[in-house]
Structures are given as structure tokens and as C-alpha cells.
């Protein structure tokens, strides 16, 4: 084999990429080597380049080892694109970014300050022998996690019933993990396909939560949670109104109060969007007490009355959700306020109303004046019944009473307030 030794190594490094300028820049970089000898060994590196892993935002360092250099050079490249970043212990790109160590004789440290994840890949560390020798070291950056509001759920409204998605697009790497929670720390209800039932979870695990048919107590605020390795994990908040029309229940439909005294109405309602509420008096009839439908109005009866908070009627409203509480207070009642009363509630998908009933309880049959008194009589013994006298003895009383009460009236023509009805 011919030993014709080129004297000149030529090597043409072209750096053709330039991020901090519009205009392309060339560098033609030509430098001259010795041949290698057989007193001369060739060059060879120590060790491999240790891959690593950073946050955005840090610096990354790739070490090259090389020995045996020799005149030979140490370049370092961008693998992807072969752009020259640096030769020996010059950075020859437009990267303020970027910088040779050459801290010892043998080691040549590519370092990437304020790392971005377009800093993302390989980069590989060039002897410029022939052939050429090469090692390539990765640099991976790790972005905090991220959600992306266009490709997110935004607050919703479902009506009950119907199916809701909720779902939450998120970035970063690692690839971030997305959780989803109640805002409220309550469990979330999922029914699972084919199941009937709801079923409990502390949290949902996944970028989409999907709820089917819809149950008002699944309506509340859901946070998406996005984590990685790193730091910040974010949320993303989703507000899920579940609406239906409203649903009016008495627990006391009826309500017995001795006159003078205050007497308190209540009604539970459940209405999502949030209902309108308010207490209508039922219209007096000849026959009692009207309730509130078409008939009577088309009757020519007098309407229900509207009642306003003021001195003779109190009224709250309490709300927790989409349950409330409407409260009605009768002040010093009077014969007038016996009656029916309604709670309406009303929203955008319907009305409801509860009704209740108010009467009057005779607490002290004997006050009352002299010719009221059989009447009063039989009253108060109506109340002791309910005081809970069993019904044998009250027969016997009432027998007894009664009997008296005729003697009284035979043999005597002006009837005193009876001592009997008094000790009843
Ligand atoms: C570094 O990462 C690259 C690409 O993933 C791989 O081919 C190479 O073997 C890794 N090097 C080391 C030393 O692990």
C-alpha cells in the first residue's frame, strides 16, 4: 500500500444556524493538523458522555474526554442538524447561551445555561481524526406541567339526567399526571358503564371525566390537577351546574298555634339554577280556603295574597347549593291568619309549590265567656285527647260532664260559669 501521507488535513466545519440573527451566518472554519504517525497514537476517548436530565430554566453540562489528542481538535455539534456549537475551547455559534469549559487537559464541557426545551436532544462530541471519531451525550429538559385553557373544560351547565365530559389538556415533561378532585373535598361520584349505582371516589385519575346521567348532587366545582417531577403542579378549576326545575316539600303541612303567639311555616327546596321564592296566602272562599289554581282565579275569587316581609310576617330564605330553606313566620296570630299558606319556588325549568295548613289551638277552654262554654267544653276536651288520654276515660268524662252539665241547666235557670268545665 502506498504510503503517500497527505500533508493537510483539511476540515470544514460549517455552521450554518444562527437563532439570534435573521440573517444566515457562515463560518467556514479550515485549520490544519498533523498526519498521524506510528509514534503518534491516535486519539480516543475516556469514557462515555453521561447522559442528563434538567429543569428548564437550569444549565445543562455535556463532558467530552479525549486522549491522546495530539494536534488533533475537539468540536462539538448539535446531532440533529450538525450545527457546530463550539471547537476546542471556542463557541463559535451566536448562542449566548452556550459555553466551552476546558477545564483540565482532557476534558471539553459543552454547558447550556438557562436551559429551554428547544435545548432538548443530543449533541455530539467530534475528534477531527480520519475517519472521524464521535460520542454523543443527550440532554433531556424537564418542563413543570401545564394546562391549556383553549383545550380545557370551561364552567358548564348540564340539565339532570344528561351526560357531562370534563376534561383537562395538559403539557409538560415528563409527561404530567392529571387528576381531578372535588373543590369541596368531597368524594366524586362516577357511575362505572352499566352500573346503576353511583360510586364513591376521594379522586379521579385521567385528563377526562366523564359523568352519565347526571344527579344533582354531582353538580360543584372540580379541580384538575396536573403534576411532574416538577415543580409547580397547577389546577384548572371547573364549575359543573347541574339544573333542574324546583322541588318545594312541607315537613309540617299542618300547623296548630294558640292566638297571640308566633307561628313558624317551613319549606326545603331544591332548585338549580337558583329559584325565585316567595309565600302566597290562599284566597278566602265561602266554602274555606281557597289554594291556588286556575279554577279559583277563573272563578272570579279573590287571588292568593303575596306576602312581604314586614312587621307581621318574617321572611328568610336560607340556601346551601342547590338546597334552600324558606321560612315563614305568622306574628301574633289571629283568626284571620288561619289558613292556607304556599311556598312557590320557580326558575328557568319549572315551578313548584308546597302547601300548608294553619289553625287555631283553644288552649284554655274555661276563659272563655259563659255562653261559649259548651262549646269550649267540648274542645278542651278535644285537647286533653290529644294530650294523650286514652280514649276509654275520656268517653267516660265527656258521659260525666255532660251529665252534669244537663242537671245543671234543669235545675237551675241561670246557668254560673260551671266549676266542672273550670276543673277540665
Ligand atoms: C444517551 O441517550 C441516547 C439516546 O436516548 C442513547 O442512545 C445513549 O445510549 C445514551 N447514553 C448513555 C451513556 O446512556
Known amino acids: 500500500m502506498p504510503q503517500i501521507k497527505p500533508l493537510l488535513i483539511i476540515f470544514l466545519f460549517v455552521a450554518t444556524q444562527c437563532p439570534n440573527s435573521s440573517s444566515q451566518n457562515l463560518h467556514v472554519y479550515t485549520y490544519i493538523t498533523e498526519p498521524n504517525s506510528q509514534l503518534d497514537p491516535d486519539p480516543e476517548f475516556l469514557g462515555t458522555i453521561s447522559n442528563v436530565t434538567y429543569p428548564a430554566g437550569r444549565e445543562a453540562i455535556l463532558a467530552c474526554s479525549v486522549r491522546n489528542l495530539g494536534k488533533n481538535k475537539v468540536g462539538w455539534l448539535r446531532a440533529s442538524d450538525q450545527t457546530v456549537l463550539a471547537l476546542q475551547g471556542r463557541v463559535v455559534t451566536h448562542n449566548a447561551r452556550i459555553s466551552v469549559i476546558h477545564e483540565d487537559a482532557h476534558t471539553w464541557k459543552l454547558k447550556i445555561s438557562k436551559l429551554r426545551e428547544s435545548d432538548r436532544g443530543c449533541y455530539m462530541c467530534q475528534i477531527n481524526t480520519s475517519p472521524m471519531k464521535k460520542q454523543i451525550g443527550c440532554i433531556d429538559v424537564q418542563v413543570p406541567p401545564d394546562i391549556i385553557n383553549e383545550e380545557s373544560s ?37 357511575r362505572k358503564p352499566g352500573s346503576r349505582e353511583l360510586m364513591k371516589v376521594d379522586h379521579y385519575s385521567g385528563s377526562s371525566l366523564r359523568l352519565v346521567r347526571l344527579e344533582r348532587r354531582q353538580m360543584g366545582a372540580y379541580l384538575c390537577i396536573a403534576s411532574n417531577d416538577v415543580p409547580p403542579a397547577v389546577s384548572k378549576r371547573v364549575s359543573l351546574s347541574v339544573q333542574f326545575a324546583p322541588m318545594v316539600r312541607a315537613p309540617s303541612q299542618l300547623l296548630g298555634t294558640p292566638l297571640g303567639s308566633d307561628v313558624q311555616l317551613e319549606c326545603h327546596v331544591e332548585a338549580s339554577p337558583s329559584p325565585v321564592s316567595y309565600w302566597l296566602k290562599g284566597a278566602r272562599t265561602p266554602s274555606g280556603y281557597a289554594s291556588i289554581s286556575n279554577s279559583n282565579l277563573e272563578s272570579g275569587q279573590p287571588g292568593p295574597e303575596m306576602l312581604l316581609d314586614g312587621p307581621k310576617y318574617g321572611i328568610t330564605e336560607k340556601r346551601d347549593g342547590y338546597r334552600g330553606v324558606m321560612l315563614l313566620v305568622v306574628r301574633s296570630f289571629s283568626p284571620s291568619d288561619v289558613g292556607t299558606y304556599h311556598c312557590v319556588s320557580t326558575n328557568s325549568l319549572g315551578r313548584a309549590e308546597g302547601t300548608l295548613r294553619l289553625y287555631e289551638i283553644k288552649l284554655h277552654p274555661g276563659i272563655a265567656s259563659i255562653n261559649d262554654d259548651h262549646l269550649n267544653f267540648i274542645s278542651g276536651i278535644e285537647e286533653a285527647a290529644r294530650g294523650g288520654v286514652p280514649a276509654t276515660s275520656l ?3 265527656l258521659k260525666l260532664h255532660l251529665t252534669f252539665y244537663i242537671a245543671q241547666l234543669l235545675f237551675s235557670t241561670s246557668v254560673t260559669a260551671p266549676a266542672v268545665s273550670r276543673r277540665a
Not at 163 to 189: F, H, Q, S, Y
Open 154 to 190: 370551561a364552567d358548564l351547565a348540564v340539565q339532570e339526567g344528561e351526560d357531562a365530559t370534563l376534561t383537562c389538556k395538559a403539557t409538560g415533561n415528563p409527561m404530567p399526571r392529571v387528576i381531578w378532585r372535588r373543590e369541596d373535598g368531597d368524594m366524586i361520584l362516577i
Open 395 to 397: 268517653a267516660t268524662i
